[in-house]
């Protein structure tokens, strides 16, 4: 008996330092990764632009097109909510958490291109909605788990254990360069190409065997407009 009370008590002994260990995992993989996700720098410009003013001008939504070809540092009173692979699920969110801590957006220009709509977002290896831990500030668990069908326990594991459930943040694109206006300098090196044999390859895997317009992606196009509309925008 004896002996069987030492195993228990060593076995809990093994599992308080397996959660210890695992914690330190997480808060490292937060500051180590997550706070240096250019997504995470953004964030952070947002809170401190909108401490100055409520107000921007000229709002800037889209993909990698919007954020590679737009500098909102030479435009006054703009700002720029784009980023890789941003769907109009995740516009959608954003348009919806400013006009609902009332930021006064005056004109808003949303990225139309051939890809928009394409059902190729749905062939990533990676969940349809990243950056849970922003997206979960504007719409609670539930909301999220219709929109991404996921299951809402899957969801809260990713947003409170970041390290196991949201690993694909190990292969986003970093930042150490801080965010103005929400324009982002970019460190990397672009690879000289042929440009028409990189057009060809995007567009084969953009749109071979995909729906060119998805009508999940639509549905939340016509959503954000909506509620520019009703905002006034």
Do not use: C
């Not at 228990?8 to 240096?36: A, C, P, S």
């Not at 006009?99 to 990225?111: Q, R």
């Amino acid at each position: 008996m004896k002996e069987f009370k030492k195993l228990i008590g060593r076995g809990i002994i093994i599992l308080e330092l397996f959660l210890l260990l695992f914690l330190i995992l997480n808060v490292l993989y937060t500051k180590l990764v997550i706070e240096k996700t250019i997504a995470f720098r953004k964030a952070e410009s947002l809170t401190k632009y909108l401490s100055k003013s409520p107000e921007i001008n000229y709002a800037f939504f889209g993909s990698s097109h919007t954020e590679n070809s737009v500098n909102s540092e030479f435009i006054p009173d703009s700002y720029k909510f784009s980023g890789g692979a941003i769907t109009y699920l995740e516009t959608y969110y954003e348009l919806k958490k400013l006009t609902k801590e009332n930021v006064n957006i005056k004109y808003a220009f949303l990225e139309l291109d051939m890809h928009t709509f394409s059902s190729y977002q749905f062939s990533f290896e990676r969940p349809i909605l990243l950056n849970l831990w922003y997206y979960s500030s504007i719409a609670n668990l539930s909301e999220i788990s219709i929109a991404t069908n996921e299951p809402q326990s899957k969801l809260w594991f990713q947003l409170h254990f970041p390290v196991v459930g949201n690993g694909e943040n190990f292969f986003v694109k970093k930042s150490d360069s801080g965010s103005s206006n929400g324009y982002s300098k970019s460190d990397e090196n672009i690879p000289v190409e042929d440009i028409d044999e990189i057009a060809k390859r995007r567009a084969d895997r953009q749109f071979r065997n995909r729906e060119i317009i998805s009508e999940y992606y639509f549905d939340y196009f016509i959503k954000t407009l909506e509620i520019a509309k009703r905002n006034n925008i």
